[in-house]
């Protein structure tokens, strides 16, 4: 099953190197974060729906083994707590992973794994993982790997006095002690390197086109490039996508800039950005801000809110998620169709407090994401990517790649703009608007993407259209070159 070290090592005596930002999805520009699916689900998803909706890709939660843990009761964090790199996880089996990745595939969606490579599970754990294999934190000793003692920071390269993260001044602090009693693995260790490597070209081999570093920050640039630089190159050639979590916020050390030359970095100051956007529509031309230590838009990895930071964790507080739904719309909507970054939604399940998993049966396995007749989901599952503003806009974004903004207007609470004489979209935040407007477009009519072509939109010679938005709970209208 796993690739041997020899033909790892052989791989490792010609270098590869190259750009990691191609996400091998023919030019779609929008992935979408199914966190906490199932494999068999997201299957059925990309097929039922994501495909048709020119969805890029799938973001996926750690598909590695995990621990098991019931205090608290199998929180979404143990996910996030590897045992080995072996593919069975609560998500499902190394087979249901590899019909997944192959049907997603067939449908033009890929599949991106969410990597957790910092760190092992944390101290004071021990006994099996969700694959069956045991494991002693304590001890430092996964022999599902295996890792053992001397593959882990010692500590005598932590800086601190208990030996965790605890200074984000530092770097050393940060990178080379354990993060919240995580075990740090050495990354420098060229045998810790390698069965990282192992890990990827296997995911590679069955078909998965790139992958989320987490936790990046709390590693050194210098041992991710060594490690992804020896990442196979996909089947149907070009390197892998990669994309960073590094969570600058002018609070530390550790900046974006520092991940440029390794594909994507997450920029969580957006998250905040837009949601005082919401607030404030005067405050939307702002959203890009270089002088507040924004990465460029050719490097940023952007969203509204994702997995941790909903839950206050990782990214400040005030953001918007799916329990404000309508300034939620808007804020996605209005991502889409700016042309600051590379873009990702969340998808969610309703939650009541941190630690809380997935909906679950009574054996807490994740429960099927049921489809209802409105196109909703049911199940305890929101599905933030189905609501219209959202869905309908990963074809805007993709008609519209390349163009700048144009023909920008933002006052009394309304704003709209063109993107080259490719798109046009506009969104009032009392819920009307009424006025004509130079859109930059060829003449002609146009569907209305938001309605799902419920409206036309006609453009004159002039490029004029008369803009008119009369839905309170969707406020948004946007259109696009074929």
Same mark, same amino acid.
């Given at each position: 099953?796993?690739?041997?070290?020899?033909?790892?090592? @052989?791989?490792?005596?010609?270098?590869?190197?190259?750009?990691?930002?191609?996400?091998?999805?023919?030019?779609?520009?929008?992935?979408?974060?199914?966190?906490?699916?199932?494999?068999?689900?997201?299957?059925?998803?990309?097929?039922?729906?994501?495909?048709?909706?020119?969805?890029?890709?799938?973001?996926?939660?750690?598909?590695?083994?995990?621990?098991?843990?019931?205090?608290?009761?199998?929180?979404?964090?143990?996910?996030?707590?590897?045992?080995?790199?072996?593919?069975?996880?609560?998500?499902?089996?190394?087979?249901?992973?590899?019909?997944?990745?192959?049907?997603?595939?067939?449908?033009?969606?890929?599949?991106?794994?969410?990597?957790?490579?910092?760190?092992?599970?944390? @101290?004071?754990?021990?006994? /099996?993982?969700?694959?069956?294999?045991?494991?002693?934190?304590?001890?430092?000793?996964?022999?599902?790997?295996?890792?053992?003692?001397?593959?882990?920071?010692?500590?005598?390269?932590?800086?601190?006095?208990?030996?965790?993260?605890?200074?984000?001044?530092?770097?050393?602090?940060?990178?080379?002690?354990?993060?919240?009693? %995580?075990?740090? %693995?050495?990354?420098?260790?060229?045998?810790?390197?390698?069965?990282?490597?192992?890990?990827?070209?296997?995911?590679?081999? @069955?078909?998965?086109?790139?992958?989320?570093?987490?936790?990046?920050?709390?590693?050194?640039?210098?041992?991710?490039?060594?490690?992804?630089?020896?990442?196979?190159?996909?089947?149907?050639?070009?390197?892998?996508?990669?994309?960073?979590?590094? /969570?600058?916020?002018?609070?530390?050390?550790?900046?974006?800039?520092?991940?440029?030359?390794?594909?994507?970095? /997450?920029?969580?100051?957006?998250?905040?950005?837009?949601?005082?956007?919401?607030?404030?529509?005067?405050?939307?031309?702002?959203?890009?801000?270089?002088?507040?230590?924004?990465?460029?838009?050719?490097?940023?990895?952007?969203?509204?809110?994702?997995?941790?930071?909903?839950?206050?964790?990782?990214?400040?507080?005030?953001?918007?998620?799916?329990?404000?739904?309508?300034?939620?719309?808007?804020?996605?909507?209005?991502? %889409?169709?700016?042309?600051?970054?590379?873009?990702?939604?969340?998808?969610?399940?309703?939650?009541?407090?941190?630690?809380?998993?997935?909906?679950?049966?009574?054996?807490?396995?994740?429960?099927?994401?049921?489809?209802?007749?409105?196109?909703?989901?049911?199940?305890?599952?929101?599905?933030?990517?189905?609501?219209?503003?959202?869905?309908?806009?990963?074809?805007?974004?993709?008609?519209?790649?390349?163009?700048?903004?144009?023909?920008?207007?933002?006052?009394?609470?309304?704003?709209?703009?063109?993107?080259?004489?490719?798109?046009?979209?506009?969104?009032?935040?009392?819920?009307?608007?009424?006025?004509?407007?130079?859109?930059? %477009?060829?003449?002609?009519?146009?569907?209305?993407?938001?309605?799902?072509?419920?409206?036309?939109?006609?453009?004159?010679?002039?490029?004029?259209?008369?803009?008119?938005?009369?839905?309170?709970?969707?406020?948004?209208?946007?259109?696009?070159?074929?």
């Amino acid at each position: 099953m796993w690739i041997g070290t020899f033909l790892v090592l @052989l791989h490792n005596t010609h270098t590869v190197h190259g750009d990691y930002r191609d996400p091998h999805c023919d030019g779609k520009q929008v992935i979408v974060h199914l966190f906490e699916w199932k494999w068999t689900d997201i299957a059925d998803e990309c097929e039922r729906f994501l495909g048709k909706k020119q969805f890029c890709g799938v973001q996926v939660s750690p598909p590695n083994e995990h621990i098991v843990t019931t205090n608290p009761m199998r929180p979404w964090w143990e996910r996030y707590q590897p045992v080995s790199y072996k593919l069975y996880s609560r998500g499902g089996t190394e087979a249901e992973f590899k019909d997944m990745v192959t049907r997603c595939k067939n449908v033009g969606v890929r599949v991106y794994v969410d990597s957790v490579i910092n760190h092992m599970a944390g @101290l004071g754990r021990t006994g /099996t993982g969700s694959g069956g294999t045991s494991f002693n934190s304590d001890n430092y000793d996964f022999p599902g790997v295996p890792f053992r003692r001397e593959h882990f920071n010692s500590r005598d390269k932590c800086p601190s006095h208990d030996g965790n993260v605890n200074n984000y001044g530092d770097p050393n602090n940060v990178r080379n002690c354990f993060l919240m009693g %995580l075990t740090d %693995l050495d990354q420098s260790q060229e045998y810790v390197r390698n069965k990282i490597v192992e890990y990827y070209n296997h995911c590679v081999d @069955l078909g998965v086109a790139g992958f989320r570093i987490d936790a990046a920050k709390h590693m050194w640039p210098g041992d991710i490039k060594a490690i992804q630089d020896r990442v196979k190159d996909l089947p149907e050639g070009g390197r892998p996508f990669f994309y960073h979590e590094v /969570t600058d916020l002018n609070d530390g050390a550790i900046k974006v800039g520092e991940y440029t030359d390794l594909g994507y970095v /997450t920029e969580f100051r957006y998250c905040q950005k837009i949601a005082e956007g919401m607030r404030n529509f005067g405050m939307l031309h702002g959203v890009y801000d270089p002088g507040w230590g924004m990465i460029d838009s050719a490097h940023a990895f952007v969203f509204v809110d994702n997995h941790d930071n909903q839950r206050g964790h990782g990214g400040g507080g005030n953001l918007i998620t799916h329990k404000s739904p309508r300034d939620y719309k808007m804020a996605v909507a209005f991502t %889409l169709a700016y042309n600051y970054g590379f873009t990702r939604v969340m998808s969610s399940y309703y939650i009541n407090g941190f630690d809380e998993g997935p909906p679950h049966n009574s054996d807490y396995s994740a429960k099927d994401v049921t489809i209802n007749a409105d196109g909703s989901c049911g199940n305890g599952w929101v599905c933030e990517h189905r609501w219209n503003p959202i869905a309908n806009m990963a074809a805007f974004r993709e008609a519209v790649a390349g163009t700048g903004v144009s023909h920008w207007r933002n006052q009394n609470e309304e704003v709209s703009f063109a993107r080259g004489q490719k798109g046009f979209f506009a969104m009032a935040k009392s819920g009307h608007m009424d006025r004509t407007l130079q859109t930059g %477009l060829p003449a002609g009519e146009y569907c209305e993407l938001v309605s799902d072509c419920q409206k036309k939109i006609t453009v004159d010679g002039s490029g004029n259209a008369h803009i008119v938005i009369d839905n309170s709970a969707e406020p948004i209208i946007a259109f696009s070159v074929g």
